[in-house]
């Protein structure tokens, strides 16, 4: 902080732009279909394009293991968007679901080929000093998600395929949040157990 007044004053920060933008983005299944469904999506269409961007000006201001991985499906989720409007091809913003698990499973994937997987870089965010114990349980970790992100993504191209609005927007809107905080949530009871026998 400047102590000298004429100095420019530090821009606060937005706290409701990152919780705006988690919300529209959550809520994406629900808007997209609502839009197919009532022939309005031309319109909001431009709304989720602001809404990435703003993603995109978000995550560029913060560093950290997930930044380009955030950057890479915002960007993805603008083309998307964008080719649905011009080309009035509007079943292009369904594969959005299909897009973030497959960057999510290159990056987790790949990641288990280097000295360090995702899942590792994200723990050693808290605990820089990770025991082997824990570097062992992380790259299971990051196997196991890789695995969801496969099934996951499989069942989203699927319901793309099958052309039904109402089960993709269950499916994408509903149940893969579920199995995604169920599987978090077990991840952390497990993380509990390994972590005790470690002490």
């Known amino acids: ?13 937005i706290p409701f732009i990152p919780i705006l933008t988690g919300l529209m983005l959550l809520a ?26 703003l993603r995109v000006w978000q995550v560029r201001q913060h ?11 915002a960007l993805t989720g603008v083309v998307l968007c964008v080719a649905s409007a011009l080309l009035h091809a509007h079943q292009w913003v369904l594969f959005y679901p299909v897009v973030v698990n497959l960057v999510m499973l290159v990056v987790f994937g790949c990641s288990l080929w280097t000295t360090m997987p995702m899942v590792e870089r994200l723990a ?10 824990g570097v062992r349980y992380t790259r299971k970790v990051t196997k196991v ?3 969801f992100f496969i099934g996951n993504g499989a069942v989203a191209l699927f319901t793309v395929l099958y052309a039904d ?7 994408n809107g509903i149940i893969a949040y579920i199995l995604m ?7 952390w009871l497990v993380r509990q157990r390994v972590i005790k026998h470690d002490v």
């Open 165 to 171: 609005m109402r089960l993709w927007t269950l499916w």
């Open 124 to 133: 050693r965010i808290r605990e820089p000093n990770l025991s082997p114990a």
């Open 28 to 53: 994406w299944p629900f808007l997209i279909g609502y839009g197919l469904a009532s022939h309005n999506l031309q319109w909001i269409l431009p709304l989720m394009v602001l809404v990435l961007l």
């Open 1 to 13: 902080m400047w102590n000298n007044s004429s100095a420019t004053p530090d821009v606060p920060a």
């Open 63 to 73: 560093s950290g293991p997930l930044r380009y991985v955030i950057l890479s499906v």
């Open 145 to 147: 998600w890789c695995g």
């Open 181 to 187: 905080g169920t599987l978090m949530a077990c991840e």
